[in-house]
Nanobody, 120 residues
Framework: QVQLVESGGGLVQPGGSLRLSCTASGDIFSINKMAWYRQAPGKERELVATRNSIDDTNYADSVKGRFTISGDFVRNTVYLQMNSLKPEDTAVYYC??????????????WGQGTQVTVSS
């Protein structure tokens, strides 16, 4: 069994920072890509940032220059450093991973989500 566990959400004032973490556990052979998505109330889930196994990264235009995705795929972990947070960043943030197990099964996994609230 493989799973993703996220941590690091919370309440922060506008202009503040938070760091989210996501770790994959279980029978993992390799990770192709890890990503962060978010879903605000009444809105569809949207891609925030991705990082692949050769360290290529991509960001949504709304977070470029403020958020940084980093990771250590040897430790099956990805982070999202969020700076200069705005109220419109308020959402549930989900970790996503595309990985292979040692039994040659490919999984597209989702974490349980962590709430980020930006408010004064």
């Amino acid at each position: 069994q493989v799973q993703l566990v996220e941590s690091g959400g919370g309440l922060v004032q506008p202009g503040g920072s938070l760091r989210l973490s996501c770790t994959a556990s279980g029978d993992i052979f390799s990770i192709n890509k890890m990503a962060w998505y978010r879903q605000a109330p009444g809105k569809e889930r949207e891609l925030v940032a991705t990082r692949n196994s050769i360290d290529d990264t991509n960001y949504a235009d709304s977070v470029k220059g403020r958020f940084t995705i980093s990771g250590d795929f040897v430790r099956n972990t990805v982070y999202l450093q969020m700076n200069s947070l705005k109220p419109e960043d308020t959402a549930v943030y989900y970790c996503n991973a595309d990985l292979w197990t040692s039994t040659a099964n490919e999984y597209d996994l989702w974490g349980q989500g962590t709430q980020v609230t930006v408010s004064s």
